[in-house]
């Protein structure tokens, strides 16, 4: 049986496209990815460590960081300032970082229960101290700033 040209040129187009479409696909969508991955952003301007949530509250095997509430089993790994530790090493006021999932689902996160399978902690809080200055600094900046405006509306 003999095709036509008509026929003929369908399936070749059809046939070429199976083979360079997929191609042109692949080389694509990996250019965008590579772009991406470099727009990170900062946690903050303080870094990181600014960021931590604190131990609220420590009650029997229950560890409240932040708005959420950890049950610490024989299981958790605690880490204290980078040395092996105990929930009775924990402190409030502590900042830590906790890894875990949820264990019982409330109505919110603070009313969810949460079990906790490591939690990093550092005694060294300096986040108060640091605080205060950065505020003593910014007052003292607006002060310097609205003296300027005032001596310029003169």
Known sequence: MQSTRRQFLGRFAIAAGCLVFPALASTAGAAPRAKRKNKKRPFSKKGAAAELPVIKRISGNRVTVGDKTYEVSEFTKIIVDGEDAALRHLEVGMQASVAGGPLTYGETVSTSLYRATRIVARK?????KKAAADNKKAQQDANK???KKKKQKK
Do not use: E, I, Y
Request: charged share 25%.
């Open 124 to 128: 060294d809080n300096q986040l108060a």
């Open 145 to 147: 700033s609205n003296k």
